[in-house]
């Protein structure tokens, strides 16, 4: 154990400081959610790549700057501690990148990381189906080999993203015989192919980010597939476990949202009951908690561990920390909480906080991130086991 | 002393609460959403049910209720989330206006009335009131992330102490109907979507959620109606009961909110189930009318601060000596 | 809906507050939960009894005062308003005592109600055996007919108070071929029958408050059981419903202990939290909340109505709310919550933490209270029912 | 940059652990409630293991390591509940002392200290102590919850902001180590004990209460070890961070010990089950050198006070600017 940076970290901090400063927009960007804000972020992705900044972590024949964890942490400081943009290709670069990563062919790298980490082109998730939501691997949509394609029909929904993506991947039923969590493939599908058809969604705060994808014959190339056919579930395991693991929810985005939760607290204190006090307080110290374990993990997958069932603490920590920082701040913004925009500038606590009411149910509802810490985590028996 | 309802207040409540129903379905709310928020129709709906005359006096045309009449039907309108300015103009300013013809043209349903006071930087559907009272709002429209409000900025308002406490009262007893209807939406949601081969009400994690929002809800009501009484019959501690009625009502909505989109998964997040409307009114009736930390506060000086007799003989007013 | 007292409720108030004044002894008992404190609390009992305060809404054939519900909360708020102790005799005069008025005989009502009313006969509850605590319906002690008589043999565990009572009731399997539900009876038995055994456990706190019941062939007459032989269920049923309901927890024992607690909070508010301060007034609240409730439920039953699985809901309501209040106060001592005695008086604030914690257990768990409402209450389904 | 332990570190722990495991369970635990609450034999035994010269330099005998070491062991100390005066004597004190006479007598296991503060009420052990530092205390016994506590009463005590920091980091540790084995007996309890014909552990309310005591302790230890490295390293922040890991632990602690009597139903409320010994090492400690008010005033000083830079590039020094 040494907490403390090297030289070399030290010095890698202050060169991204000084790229965030000369190249973060100076106004927060219209939400990622609408076509226009989307666009935005998609710009901004493409600065970021021309900064050679896309994906630190990745290697360099990827569009990447082959840096460790630490590095990617302290990159992350200074992306948040700048303001800069979410990260609009988010389920490409820190979903499906390290799926390709660790089960795509060196073809399918070639082919579909480089142009991510360049933000050439966007991904959506295709994962949950009307009936198939927490439940994933009550899956029906098939994909029906034929000669070198598979020939895909059915219906995804709650797609992030998908009303504006290029691609989208997710898992398909190969074999029509198969149920549940069998038989299942893990395929990439161009959004723009015949056949698709997108449907978006109006979420709660009115916008589109959600979209259902609706699958009519889509014929794609088998060589589309990642893994083998029928491993799809082992694949979106592993997948699921990036989304709730390590990079998804960069701990330097809660420390940030704290620190404005701190200056708001300052400006309205007078006006603030006794426990938004200690909740503020308590929301800078669990970012801080967050922030810690993430180093904590980076640590151990460094020197060759990885990341378990572990992966669900992780997921249930910063999607409460993330709702109850925004629900503090609601309760302070009082009578102005409701507002879309206050004195002119949009009301960034309410759209923090009706997306931060999307955390504890995406990626594994925190029902069922409980249920994997009890069994697999402190070995529980499963109902009807005893 | 008697807690239960007359049988004249559960029929006022019933009556209501069926035309409502029938009336004013999730339908009609995604239909106000795509058209601008109100209707003339609802209104008159409203008017000929005797509603807007519900707590004006007979001598004006009115049905001469009082406030936990007013508070029954106010829960009733949360639980739909009616949103003509019903509430304002016929369960609170009633009982800040003495001029005899305003209020036979409330009674009647052709005067509606806004409501601005330093508390709140909106008002609420001043464009269509023939009366502001406690100050006057300008033309700018602030939008609000309940699609079904509409708020205008405050040009001026002066703090009447007697309509905050109508008002918080009122915004407490809808935050009780919507967080009933919270629960019921999310109760029957749980009763049909299946996961893992089972209903997801069938799962522990599930029923314990909503339980303990049955829970919070279930506490909330009496307080609500002390309340209701005693700013009815003028009791010194009133304002402290309306306190501690819109905190309990307040906290008991954010807590149906949170956990009836837990509930919802994916789809709580999305504008194609109902439940979005109540959740936004429950976010913006919680900041309504003294937020959270004001009546907090007012509390806290009652209580710590020692401004009134607390303890087991002070439930209700007493008359006996504090001790 | 009339919230306010008539004259003469009035004057009901105003002789318990003079009878409460004149009686209630001026320094706390020690615990109920030892035999020293056993005893003065049961001097207590039939001091009330003489001022004829025993079970003020039971009949006065049965030694009460005929009574209404509301005059029952006017005087309850008046005992603990006094600082009047704890009930040694709960199990039998909030929870036998209404079983009996609602199932028993007129000669069982004579026998045992008059007993009870004047402090004269303690009783302990014998529900829970080691293997059927929240399961009720797992119990196995048997009750087997001879002639006018039962032979009870078997175990009860966790007896709450029956170190020191007279007798106790409790439910025995009187058809051996039964399972869960059935066959089983409601009997009652005195704790001195030749082949009773009482074994006290060492309960959290040090004391013995509760014990262990060994019946080895004990023989009690047939006429010692409450309604038919194998309705045993639904009697405790009933019983269970008065535990969770209106009277075993008094609201006015909470308000008096908010009361006490806005005391502590003004003392040692240099030294507190914000977010304390905050809870003492929330534990206030729902103290008030739970007494107007109390109110309501006395209304509805006053009116004829029934408490069903509301009870479920007060039980939690009570329950959470008392060990709020009683951590709020551990946390306003600070470093001398731990310690049983303060400047030379017992530290009640532990004491009163400790039995809080009993709370959500005991009564059926509420986690147990939590099904009830789910499925009696909203209407969802049991597990496997879908 | 590492947040990983050392090898050396590992086997630290894992050696304490065994030995604890080996030594001293929860039959020896009742036993010492019974005879008195302190065993030459059990002391001997932790000296032998050179716990006693754990931080002690190598000049005077001990092995002169670090405080994240120190912290680790006091994690097994408080898992194991070891009562005798380790800690204080061991883990403590040897910062505080510059006599070198006297650090050689700790390191032997010939001198035992104990720790005076304004901060509590009460002298833990100072009955044994051939040292009090920073004050000194009665011969009178204060009874704890805690039946293996000894406390006596301060006669006067010196606030020492070195010992504080020190011993509020040790207590943290502590916390988290009881929490382990609190959340370890609920869930083995949860496996054995079966209702409705399933071991409880089998019922989504119990798997969900203890999945989020492991959530609360997994994000409770970071904070911890940060603490014991900057306050090992001297660092400006050390105070906070200290402050914050009794906080967490804390927390942590308090939340592991509700669950736990909770999921142990009616035998968690006995003295017959281990858990309770337990659950009153997490009240003593959860108040002891400084409770949760005082710490949280130390953070609310830093963060909202100002008296420290906040945000995402603040997680460690960094040696850069702040702003």
Same mark, same amino acid.
Do not use: C
């Given at each position: 154990?040494?907490?403390?940076?090297?030289?070399?970290?030290?010095?890698?901090?202050?060169?991204?400081?000084?790229?965030?400063?000369?190249?973060?927009?100076?106004?927060?960007?219209?939400?990622?959610?609408?076509?226009?804000?989307?666009?935005?972020?998609?710009?901004?992705?493409?600065?970021?790549?021309?900064?050679?900044?896309?994906?630190?972590?990745?290697?360099?024949?990827?569009?990447?700057?082959? +840096?460790?964890?630490?590095?990617?942490?302290?990159?992350?400081?200074?992306?948040?501690?700048?303001?800069?943009?979410?990260?609009?290709?988010?389920?490409?670069?820190?979903?499906?990148?390290?799926?390709?990563?660790?089960?795509?062919?060196?073809?399918?790298?070639?082919?579909?990381?480089?142009?991510?980490?360049?933000?050439?082109?966007?991904?959506?998730?295709?994962?949950?189906?009307?009936?198939?939501?927490?439940?994933?691997?009550?899956?029906?949509?098939?994909?029906?080999?034929?000669?070198?394609?598979?020939?895909?029909?059915?219906?995804?929904?709650?797609?992030?993203?998908?009303?504006?993506?290029?691609?989208?991947?997710?898992?398909?039923?190969?074999?029509?015989?198969?149920?549940?969590?069998?038989?299942?493939?893990?395929?990439?599908?161009?959004?723009?192919?015949?056949?698709?058809?997108?449907?978006?969604?109006?979420?709660?705060?009115?916008?589109?980010?959600?979209?259902?994808?609706?699958?009519?014959?889509?014929?794609?190339?088998?060589?589309?597939?990642?893994?083998?056919?029928?491993?799809?579930?082992?694949?979106?395991?592993?997948?699921?476990?990036?989304?709730? =693991?390590?990079?998804?929810?960069?701990?330097?985005?809660?420390?940030?949202?704290?620190?404005?939760?701190?200056? +708001?607290?300052?400006?309205?204190?007078?006006?603030?009951?006794?426990?938004?006090?200690?909740?503020?307080?308590?929301?800078?110290?669990?970012?801080?908690?967050?922030?810690?374990?993430?180093?904590?993990?980076?640590?151990?997958?460094?020197?060759?561990?990885?990341?378990?069932?572990?992966?669900?603490?992780?997921?249930?920590?910063?999607?409460?920390?993330?709702?109850?920082?925004?629900?503090?701040?609601?309760?302070?913004?009082?009578?102005?909480?409701?507002?879309?925009?206050?004195? =002119?500038?949009?009301?960034?606590?309410?759209?923090?906080?009706?997306?931060?009411?999307?955390?504890?149910?995406?990626?594994?509802?925190?029902?069922?991130?409980?249920?994997?810490?009890?069994?697999?985590?402190?070995?529980?028996?499963?109902?009807?086991?005893? | 002393?008697?807690?239960?309802?007359?049988?004249?207040?559960?029929?006022?409540?019933?009556?209501?609460?069926?035309?409502?129903?029938?009336?004013?379905?999730?339908?009609?709310?995604?239909?106000?959403?795509?058209?601008?928020?109100?209707?003339?129709?609802?209104?008159?709906?409203?008017?000929?049910?005797?509603?807007?005359?519900?707590?004006?006096?007979?001598?004006?045309?009115?049905?001469?209720?009082?406030?936990?009449?007013?508070?029954?039907?106010?829960?009733?309108?949360?639980?739909?989330?009616?949103?003509?300015?019903?509430?304002?103009?016929?369960?609170?300013?009633?009982?800040?206006?003495?001029?005899?013809?305003?209020?036979?043209?409330?009674?009647?349903?052709?005067?509606?009335?806004?409501?601005?006071?330093? @508390?709140?930087?909106? @008002?609420?559907?001043?464009?269509?009131?023939?009366?502001?009272?406690?100050?006057?709002?300008?033309?700018?429209?602030?939008?609000?992330?309940?699609?079904?409000?509409?708020?205008?900025?405050?040009?001026?308002?002066?703090?009447?102490?007697?309509?905050?406490?109508?008002?918080?009262?009122?915004?407490?007893?809808?935050?009780?109907?919507?967080?009933?209807?919270?629960?019921?939406?999310?109760?029957?949601?749980?009763?049909?979507?299946?996961?893992?081969?089972?209903? &997801?009400?069938?799962?522990?994690?599930?029923?314990?959620?909503?339980?303990?929002?049955?829970?919070?809800?279930?506490?909330?009501?009496?307080?609500?109606?002390?309340? #209701?009484?005693?700013?009815?019959?003028?009791?010194?501690? #009133?304002? &402290?009961? @309306?306190?501690?009625?819109?905190?309990?009502?307040?906290?008991?909505?954010?807590?149906?909110?949170?956990?009836?989109?837990?509930?919802?998964?994916?789809?709580?997040?999305?504008?194609?189930?109902?439940?979005?409307?109540?959740?936004?009114?429950?976010?913006?009736?919680?900041?309504?009318?003294?937020?959270?930390?004001?009546?907090?506060?007012?509390?806290?000086?009652?209580?710590?601060?020692?401004?009134?007799?607390?303890?087991?003989?002070?439930?209700?007013?007493?008359?006996?000596?504090?001790?």
């Amino acid at each position: 154990m040494e907490l403390a940076y090297t030289p070399e970290q030290q010095a890698f901090r202050a060169e991204v400081r000084a790229w965030m400063e000369a190249h973060v927009p100076k106004e927060p960007l219209p939400t990622l959610e609408g076509r226009t804000g989307f666009d935005a972020h998609v710009a901004w992705e493409r600065t970021l790549a021309s900064g050679n900044w896309g994906m630190v972590t990745w290697p360099e024949a990827y569009g990447g700057r082959g +840096l460790d964890l630490i590095r990617w942490l302290i990159f992350e400081e200074e992306y948040y501690r700048a303001g800069a943009p979410l990260r609009a290709n988010q389920n490409g670069i820190f979903l499906l990148g390290p799926t390709i990563m660790e089960f795509g062919t060196d073809q399918q790298k070639a082919r579909f990381l480089t142009p991510m980490a360049k933000g050439e082109v966007m991904w959506a998730q295709a994962w949950s189906e009307p009936n198939a939501g927490s439940d994933m691997a009550a899956i029906r949509s098939r994909a029906v080999r034929d000669g070198d394609d598979y020939v895909i029909s059915g219906q995804k929904t709650w797609s992030s993203r998908a009303a504006f993506a290029d691609w989208g991947f997710g898992l398909f039923r190969t074999d029509a015989e198969s149920k549940r969590h069998k038989g299942l493939s893990f395929i990439l599908v161009p959004l723009d192919a015949p056949g698709v058809t997108i449907r978006p969604i109006r979420q709660l705060h009115g916008e589109t980010g959600f979209a259902e994808i609706f699958f009519d014959e889509v014929r794609v190339p088998a060589a589309n597939r990642i893994a083998g056919e029928g491993e799809g579930w082992n694949v979106a395991m592993a997948t699921a476990g990036f989304e709730r =693991g390590l990079m998804l929810r960069s701990p330097a985005r809660f420390q940030a949202a704290a620190k404005r939760l701190v200056e +708001l607290y300052r400006e309205r204190q007078a006006d603030a009951s006794p426990a938004a006090r200690e909740a503020v307080v308590k929301a800078w110290a669990e970012a801080e908690a967050y922030a810690l374990n993430t180093y904590k993990v980076a640590s151990t997958v460094m020197a060759g561990g990885r990341i378990g069932a572990e992966a669900s603490l992780n997921k249930i920590f910063w999607s409460e920390l993330d709702r109850a920082l925004h629900r503090t701040a609601m309760s302070l913004m009082g009578a102005a909480a409701e507002l879309k925009a206050v004195g =002119g500038r949009v009301n960034q606590w309410l759209e923090g906080y009706i997306f931060s009411l999307s955390g504890p149910i995406y990626a594994g509802s925190n029902e069922i991130q409980r249920n994997i810490i009890a069994e697999r985590l402190l070995g529980l028996p499963r109902m009807g086991a005893g | 002393m008697d807690f239960a309802f007359t049988q004249d207040q559960i029929e006022l409540r019933d009556g209501v609460r069926a035309f409502l129903e029938g009336t004013h379905g999730p339908e009609v709310l995604r239909r106000l959403d795509a058209e601008g928020g109100r209707d003339p129709a609802i209104w008159r709906g409203l008017v000929e049910m005797g509603l807007t005359g519900l707590i004006v006096p007979e001598a004006q045309g009115g049905l001469g209720l009082g406030l936990v009449e007013a508070a029954l039907v106010a829960v009733e309108l949360g639980r739909a989330d009616v949103s003509e300015p019903i509430v304002d103009t016929a369960l609170i300013a009633p009982r800040l206006i003495a001029d005899e013809a305003q209020l036979a043209a409330i009674a009647s349903g052709k005067l509606k009335v806004a409501l601005a006071h330093p @508390v709140n930087p909106w @008002v609420a559907d001043a464009d269509q009131a023939g009366l502001v009272l406690g100050g006057a709002a300008t033309r700018e429209r602030l939008e609000s992330a309940d699609p079904l409000r509409r708020l205008f900025a405050v040009e001026r308002a002066e703090a009447d102490a007697v309509m905050l406490d109508l008002a918080a009262l009122m915004a407490a007893a809808q935050l009780v109907g919507a967080s009933e209807r919270m629960l019921t939406l999310a109760t029957e949601y749980a009763k049909d979507r299946e996961q893992f081969g089972q209903p &997801i009400g069938a799962f522990q994690a599930i029923k314990h959620h909503l339980a303990s929002v049955a829970v919070a809800l279930e506490f909330a009501r009496p307080v609500l109606w002390r309340a #209701a009484y005693a700013l009815d019959h003028g009791h010194a501690r #009133a304002p &402290i009961h @309306v306190s501690h009625a819109k905190l309990a009502a307040t906290d008991a909505a954010m807590l149906a909110a949170e956990t009836a989109i837990q509930v919802h998964g994916a789809m709580g997040y999305t504008y194609e189930v109902d439940l979005h409307y109540w959740m936004k009114r429950a976010w913006a009736l919680a900041g309504a009318w003294g937020d959270r930390a004001f009546h907090l506060r007012r509390l806290d000086d009652a209580v710590i601060g020692g401004a009134m007799a607390i303890g087991p003989d002070q439930t209700f007013e007493t008359g006996m000596q504090h001790g």
